[in-house]
C-alpha cells in the first residue's frame, strides 16, 4: 500500500512539475534582447558556425582605421586587442558556458530551442533542490516545501523565462552539491561533482565561489579529489581552449578584456547591502534569511551541513556585496547559485523547532503557515513585478529590429545601443554606438557617411534619444516607432545646432504609438536656447486643451525678461514663428523664453479615475531654433 501511495506521489508530482515547465516555456522570452541575451545567443550562433572571432565590416565599408573598432561593435562584445591596440575583429565578452547552452538547444530543435534552456533547466533545478534536501535529511514534505518557495520566487521565474545564464549557473551548483552529498558514500560520485563545477565555472567564472561550499560536500580525501579533478578536466580544457582563441591567452577571461574587475570595490558596500537584504525580504520574506542565519546555530544539524549552508549562500552574498552594479531588485539574480542554502537552512531550522511542538495537527498548522507566508511574498512580487510577461515584452526587441530593417535603404549606419545587439543578431544593418563617440570621432564618421553615401539612421528606445542626439550631430525626424521603440532619420552635420534646455514648467518628454511627442506645460514654462549672435528662427508648436480649459486663454511669449508677443486662443492647434535678432539675444550664452499662459487644468479633477495632479496648461509638441541662412 505505502509502495503504491509512493508510486501515486510521484507521478502526481511529476504531473505538476511537468505543468510548471509547460507555463515557463509558453510565457518565456522567444527573442533576444539587450546586452546579455544577445550576447549569449549571438556566441552560440557563431560557435555552431565554427568561428569565435567576428568581422567589424563597417570599418571595411566606411574606409576607417581599427582605433574606430568600438564604435561599431554591439553591446556584448569588444575588440579583440593585439598589442595593446583593437583590431577590425571583435569577440564576445561572455564566457562561454551559457553560448554552449544555447547552441545545443539550437541543434536539437532548431533556433527555438534557445528559448527552452533556462525553462528547463528551472525545473531540473527544482527536482535537484527536492533532491538535495532529502540527502539533508529533510522529509519529503519539507523538501517539496524547499522547491515550492523556489518555483514561486520572482528572480528565479524572471530568469528562467528568458536566455540568461543565472538559472543555468543555479542548476550546476545544486548537480554539484548533490553530486558531493552522495560522493560522501561512494567516491565516484565526485567525478559528477567535478564536472558540475566545472560547467559552472564555464557558465560563469565567479561560480568559483561555489569552492567553499564543496569543501563540505566532499570527503577532503585522496580519492575523492582525484575524481573530482578528473571530472572537471574536460571543462577546465573548453576554458583554456576558448580563452586562447577569443583573447590570445587561456588565462584571459572576456570579463577581464573589459576589466569589469574595476567594478569590483567595498565603497558603497552598505548601501549594496541594504538593498539586497530589502529585496531578499522582500521577495522571499525575511523569514528565510532569518531560518538561514539561525542554522549555523542548530547543533540537530550535522556541522558539516551547517558549514555547507552558511558558507554556500554567504560566499555569494559576500562577493557581489562588492560588486558595484546591483540597483534593480532583479540583480537578486547574481545570488541565485546560492538560494539553494538560504531555503534549506531555513527549512532545517522550521523542522527542528516545529518538532518542538506537541501536537501534530498544530505542527502542520503552523508549517503550513509560516509556508503560505514565505509564498505570499514571493506571489505578490510575482505579480507586482510581472514576471510571466517577459516575453511579450522582450518581443519588442526582434519585431523593432524586422520592423526597422524592412524599411531602411540598402546603404544605412543606423545609430543603436540597447538595440545594438538585437539589430546584429536580426539583421545585417551596420551599426554605430552613439554611447561611444566623441566629438572627433563622430567628425571622421561624419565625413566618412557623406564621402560613401551611406543614409544614418536611428533605432533607440525613448530613454536613449535625448543624449544620442547630443552626441550625434544632425536633423533628427522620427519616422515611426514600436511601443517604447523609435526610428529616427539623420541628417548629419558638421556642428551641433543652438541647444535647447527645457527647465521648469515642463514635465518629461511623452510619446504616443505613433511615434508624437509632447512635453506638457503648467501655466508657465522656462526654456533655455543658446545664442549664436546671428538672427535666429523661433517657432512653437503645440495644441492647447482648450475642452478642459474654465475659460478663454491667453499666451504671453517673453524673451530674456521682455514681452515677444501676447496671443488670445481661439484654436487648440497653435503654430506660431518670430525672427530673433543678435541684440534681442543678448550678450549671454543663452536666452531665457518663458511661455505663460492664463489658463490651466488638473486631470484628476475632470476625471475621477485619473491620479494626474499636475497642472496643465499647454503641450508642446515642437520647438524651433535656428539660424537665418
Not at 573598432?69 to 571583435?90: K, N
Not at 557581489?320 to 538560494?339: E, K, M, Q, S, V
Amino acid at each position: 500500500m505505502n509502495e503504491t501511495r509512493g508510486h501515486l506521489l510521484a507521478v502526481g508530482l511529476a504531473a505538476v512539475l511537468a505543468a510548471y515547465t509547460a507555463v515557463l516555456i509558453n510565457r518565456a522570452s522567444y527573442a533576444v534582447g539587450g546586452s546579455d541575451s544577445s550576447g549569449y545567443a549571438s556566441l552560440a550562433r557563431s560557435l555552431l558556425q565554427g568561428r569565435v572571432a567576428l568581422p567589424i565590416s563597417e570599418l571595411d565599408q566606411l574606409e576607417l582605421p581599427s582605433p574606430f573598432a568600438p564604435l561599431f561593435v554591439p553591446q556584448g562584445y569588444t575588440p579583440y586587442v593585439e598589442d595593446g591596440r583593437p583590431t577590425a575583429i571583435r569577440v564576445s565578452y561572455y564566457p562561454v558556458g551559457f553560448p554552449l547552452h544555447l547552441a545545443v538547444g539550437a541543434a536539437i530543435l532548431g533556433w527555438r530551442g534557445p528559448f527552452w534552456v533556462s525553462p528547463v533547466a528551472g525545473a531540473v533545478s527544482l527536482l535537484l533542490l527536492f533532491l538535495v534536501a532529502r540527502r539533508l535529511g529533510l522529509s519529503v514534505a519539507f523538501a517539496l516545501g524547499s522547491a515550492a518557495i523556489l518555483a514561486v520566487n520572482p528572480t528565479f521565474i524572471f530568469m528562467a523565462s528568458q536566455p540568461m545564464s543565472d538559472v543555468a549557473a543555479l542548476l550546476w551548483a545544486l548537480v554539484m552539491v548533490w553530486a558531493g552529498l552522495r560522493s560522501r558514500e561512494h567516491n565516484r560520485w565526485a567525478l559528477l561533482a567535478g564536472a558540475a563545477f566545472g560547467m559552472a565555472l564555464l557558465v560563469r567564472p565567479t561560480n568559483i565561489l561555489l569552492l567553499a561550499p564543496l569543501i563540505f560536500s566532499l570527503r577532503l580525501k585522496l580519492k575523492p579529489l582525484f575524481f573530482f579533478a578528473l571530472g572537471g578536466l574536460p571543462m577546465a580544457a573548453v576554458f583554456l581552449f576558448y580563452n586562447y582563441a577569443a583573447f590570445g591567452h587561456p588565462l584571459q577571461t572576456g570579463y577581464g578584456a573589459i576589466s569589469l574587475q574595476h567594478f569590483i570595490t567595498t565603497t558603497g558596500l552598505g548601501l549594496r547591502a541594504g538593498h539586497y537584504l530589502y529585496w531578499l525580504m522582500m521577495t522571499m520574506s525575511p523569514l528565510l534569511l532569518l531560518g538561514w542565519i539561525a542554522v549555523a546555530a542548530n547543533r540537530l544539524v550535522e556541522w558539516r551541513n551547517r558549514a555547507l549552508l552558511i558558507v554556500w549562500f554567504g560566499a555569494f552574498l559576500a562577493f557581489y556585496l562588492c560588486y558595484n552594479i546591483y540597483d534593480a531588485w532583479w540583480y537578486t539574480r547574481f545570488l541565485l547559485p546560492g538560494y539553494p542554502a538560504l531555503i534549506l537552512g531555513a527549512m532545517l531550522v522550521a523542522r527542528d523547532l516545529l518538532g518542538r511542538l506537541p501536537d501534530r495537527r498544530l505542527r502542520l498548522a503552523v508549517g503550513l503557515g509560516l509556508l503560505s507566508a514565505a509564498l505570499g511574498f514571493s506571489v505578490y512580487h510575482d505579480s507586482r513585478f510581472g514576471v510571466l510577461d517577459i516575453g511579450r515584452d522582450q518581443a519588442i526587441h526582434a519585431d523593432s529590429c524586422r520592423w526597422a530593417d524592412a524599411r531602411l535603404p540598402a546603404r544605412s549606419l543606423v545609430v543603436a545601443n540597447e538595440m545594438s545587439g538585437a539589430l546584429k543578431f536580426y539583421t545585417n544593418r551596420s551599426i554605430l554606438r552613439w554611447d561611444m563617440l566623441q566629438p572627433r570621432l563622430w567628425s571622421a564618421v561624419r565625413t566618412r557617411v557623406v564621402e560613401k553615401e551611406y543614409r544614418v539612421y536611428a533605432l533607440l528606445m525613448d530613454h536613449e534619444v535625448e543624449s544620442a542626439q547630443q552626441l550625434v550631430v544632425g536633423e533628427w525626424t522620427e519616422q515611426g516607432r514600436m511601443r517604447n521603440v523609435g526610428l529616427w532619420r539623420i541628417d548629419p552635420m558638421e556642428k551641433a545646432p543652438p541647444g535647447i534646455s527645457y527647465g521648469s514648467g515642463f514635465s518629461d518628454i511623452e510619446r504616443d504609438g505613433d511615434g508624437v511627442s509632447w512635453r506638457w506645460m503648467s501655466d508657465e514654462g522656462v526654456i533655455q536656447l543658446q545664442n549664436t549672435g546671428r538672427p535666429m528662427r523661433l517657432g512653437i508648436e503645440g495644441v492647447v486643451p482648450l475642452e478642459s480649459l474654465s475659460g478663454p486663454a491667453a499666451f504671453k511669449i517673453v524673451l530674456n525678461g521682455k514681452v515677444l508677443d501676447e496671443i488670445p486662443i481661439s484654436q487648440q492647434a497653435f503654430l506660431k514663428e518670430w525672427v530673433v535678432t543678435p541684440l534681442q539675444q543678448g550678450n549671454k550664452a543663452a536666452s531665457e523664453l518663458r511661455i505663460i499662459t492664463n489658463r490651466v487644468f488638473v486631470p484628476g479633477d475632470l476625471d475621477p479615475r485619473s491620479s494626474d495632479r499636475r497642472r496643465l496648461g499647454f503641450s508642446l509638441t515642437g520647438l524651433v531654433w535656428k539660424e537665418i541662412p
